[in-house]
């Protein structure tokens, strides 16, 4: 009788795993994922441009995913999901827009994706490396003369950093008012376009800001400055 009750009970043991096993195959993986082909990027523009970066994904998972925000480590890049609602084994892609608003150099910001499925949240961060080029150039600058330099006038030169850029105009200065005079030269046959800055004096130091409007061939406006000084010995 005890040899028929453990067998019994063995049976119903037996019964019960494979139940269990059964039910863990047929519920499927709830946790959708994201597959970055490329989730970081590197490029190089221009100051007064702006950067639209693409970044395509697919849903490798069996359970739709909800895009809830996108978020960027700077202002001056955006980001927005094309679609909210992502089907397994479909495919999307996020987009930042980058304005450097006035940023040159290097940078390195991100894009966090935050998306949810089967109730659960997911986060997946995205890279971009940045190297931002000045538009314009500037020679020289600054504009210094030494303490009881002669009080000569200095040229200044403006330079496009693209070819498709020139040439360029000077719109209007500003600034350097009672220690330095600003006169804007005629255009001539070129690229560039240049000024002249002379100091009232070059008896003491003193140090101005210029602001420069600067329009070129595709009629974008530019704002540059630069500063004026007269150096201490």
Known sequence: ?????????SIIILSMLVLISASFLAVPNAQAQLQWPEPSRSFTMYSADKETVAFEFKNEGVEEVRIDAVKASCRCVSGSAKEKIIAPGATSKVEAVVVPGGRLGVHNWSLVVVSTAAGKQSLDQLKMKVDIKQELVLNPSPVTWAKDES????????KPAREDRAPLSI????????????????SAEG?????????????????K???VTVRDAKSNTHQLII???IQPN
């Open 1 to 9: 009788m005890n040899k028929l009750l453990k067998m019994r009970f």
């Open 151 to 158: 009080p000569v006038h200095k040229t200044v030169t403006i």
């Open 171 to 186: 719109v209007a200065i500003k600034g350097g008012a009672a220690d330095f005079e600003v006169a804007i030269l005629p």
């Open 191 to 207: 690229s560039e376009a240049t000024f002249i800055v002379t100091p009232a004096s070059t008896a003491k130091p003193a140090r």
């Open 209 to 211: 800001q210029l602001f």
């Open 227 to 229: 500063f004026a000084a």
